[in-house]
């Protein structure tokens, strides 16, 4: 079965790979996009000019879909509101135009292993009122939730600060032991949200995906992987949550008055430092998906990316 899939967030790093990999499966797919984007373009991607803030737009965007997947949304921000006014208000605003319509569309919503901890974050929270505003809404949108960990790859920025780290011999990472968490590569995770499209799942649970790493990853083990990839020694530095705090609140302090995301905050060190991060990995059994990349080989081809981009 393919149709029309409207897409938020197709200029991000996971909406792109999603992009790419539904047009690649005969979906038409319709992008609502801020500024023109000629790789987008090029792939055949159907364009509606627009935010998340003009309804307007999201009307025209989910206007006889069949699909809506949800990807668009912010990782960091200045502050709570703006949190909230992105990933959660956004989302109200593209569910309520898709549950609106005569014959609603499914309705996919990326979000994030952080909605699990509502209190730890406002980023945290914010993706947890996201899904609440789907779920409000399930009689008549059918929806599906992914809450993927952290993801990299070629394309990404978030990770870029550990994977430069790692390519010049050196992690500095949360001191501790327990520290564990999943990961996915993100062309894998854009091959499991078209597959969902396409296999039309029925879920009340959210899916949490990984790349099957049996035990997850420690700091120790990525240091381990990546001087066995690269074939030299990765350096392990490991720093006490105590001395990221006062850095942290000035970063913060510091964006609220510049109004740019910091590059550290409170919420964002309580989610470094929290224990585990590790998926649930019952919530993907059943489904017609596999993981096909590991982080050794997943780092060797985002560095290659990364070099090949001018980023390394």
Known sequence: MTGLVALTGATGFIGRHAA?????????VRALLRRDDPELATLGVEAVPGDLGDADAIGRLVDGADWVVHGAGAVSAPSDADFMRVNMMGTRTVAEAAASLPRPPRFLLLSSLAARHPSLSPYARSKRRAELEVEGRADALRPLVVRPPAVYGPGDRGTLPIMAQLARGLLVAP???????????????????????????????????????P????????????????????????????????????????????????????????????????????????????????????????????KEAGWL
């Open 215 to 306: 035990e997850g990853y420690g700091w120790a083990q990525l240091a381990a992987l990546a001087s066995a990839r690269l074939d030299r020694p990765v350096r392990l530095v490991g720093l006490p949550r105590g001395a990221l705090a006062a850095p942290a609140m000035l970063l913060e302090a510091f964006g609220r008055w510049t109004g740019k995301p910091p590059m550290l905050s409170r919420g964002k060190l309580a989610e470094l430092y929290h224990e585990s991060w590790l998926v649930d990995r019952a919530t993907t059994q059943g489904l017609d998906w596999r993981p096909a990349i590991g982080f050794s080989e997943g780092l060797a081809q985002t560095l290659a990316w990364y």
């Open 20 to 28: 790419r990999e539904l047009v690649g499966r005969g979906w038409q």
């Open 175 to 213: 001191r501790g032991q327990t520290h564990r968490f999943s990961l996915i590569y993100g062309p894998d995770l854009a091959v499991l949200l078209a597959t969902l499209v396409e296999s039309t799942p029925e879920r009340a649970a959210a899916i949490e995906p990984d790349d099957a790493a």
